[in-house]
């Protein structure tokens, strides 16, 4: 275990939860207004984005994820940084919206988007943090099918993802689920491109 900062936040990693890197500080810095808006944090890993929109001024902020120690890790972080423990931000564990109970202003994912094959997996927690299934879509799929319920209706979606996801089947997920959508931010490297996708209703 060891603690980073990423601008004026302090996060302690855990070695099976995935450690915020560029993916995570680009979804951070072009994170929309969520000053007074309720905020659900999908995949919140050591909570860092949820964290992130507490300090821009949200008004409540959930996170969740599957990976039980990022839950743990995610509490832990969210008091090294001052933030009021179930109060105004709250970590559980859940498989995408599984345990999310009401609607959000604003709901983020920093997918795990790699193409993965059986033989790329990891052992261990640590793995859901990378793992897109064969294509690389199989979570950030079933997160789109089912964002809508848990959107209110002038709510905000933004998707971290990589070029090699997909962007227009991305787009095209969403554009189906009745969203508009543009890629809003990306930085490139030689491989991929990573992208800030955010959408909204008509
Ligand atoms: C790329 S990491 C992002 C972590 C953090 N949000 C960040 O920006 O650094 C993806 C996270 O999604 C979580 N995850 C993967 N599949 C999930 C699922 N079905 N439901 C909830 N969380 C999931 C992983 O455990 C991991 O913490």
Redesign the pocket.
Known sequence: MKTIKIGDIIIKTHPQ??E??E??EL?MENLVDVKNKVVL??????G??AINAAKKGAKIVVG????PY?IQIAKENAILNNLELNKKIFFFE???FENVEGKFDVILF???YLPTSDEERLEG?LN???DGGEDGRE?LDRFIEEVGDYLKENGIVQI?QSSLTGEEKTIKMLNKQGFKAKKTAYKKFPFEELQVITAWRD
């Open positions: 939860v995935y915020p890197a993916d995570s979804l944090d999908v995949g919140t890993g050591t860092i984005q969740v994820d599957i990976n990022a859940s498989d995408l920093n997918a795990p927690w859901y943090a990378f979570v971290l």
